[in-house]
């Protein structure tokens, strides 16, 4: 139900956008968040955007270069990522939750991998 595109091969300092798309329902309400995964590290937090998409919020290592946005009317959240770094390098997700920030997720996108080159 939630589909991430926009993943690649990139060097470091450039640009990927990432896009996650619902499907087969409307996430109307629901505030979304995209979190990574790091081979070997846990899952993080990476931004989060409410519903309306009046407030965001991001994690620490990526405010300033990471801009989380959505447009309900395509039911799809991006996450522009510019500025990257070789550490940015993970799979990244999507999920929808009713809790703003970082509440428990409702649903998960399948990921899309992201590679930073040095």
């Known amino acids: 139900q939630l589909v991430e595109s926009g993943g690649g091969l990139v060097q470091a300092e450039g640009s990927l956008r990432l896009s996650c798309a619902a499907s087969g329902r409307t996430f109307s309400g629901y505030h979304m968040d995209w979190f990574r995964q790091a081979p070997g590290k846990e899952r993080e937090f990476v931004a989060a955007i409410t519903w309306s998409g009046g407030s965001t919020t991001y994690a620490d290592s990526v405010k300033g270069r990471f801009t989380i946005s959505r447009d309900n009317a395509k039911n799809t959240v991006y996450l522009q990522m510019n500025s990257l770094k070789p550490e940015d390098t993970a799979v990244y997700y999507c999920?929808?939750?009713?809790?703003?920030?970082?509440?428990?997720?409702?649903?998960w996108g399948q990921g899309t991998q992201v590679t930073v080159s040095s």
């Open positions: 999920a929808a939750t009713r809790v703003f920030p970082r509440g428990n997720v409702d649903y």
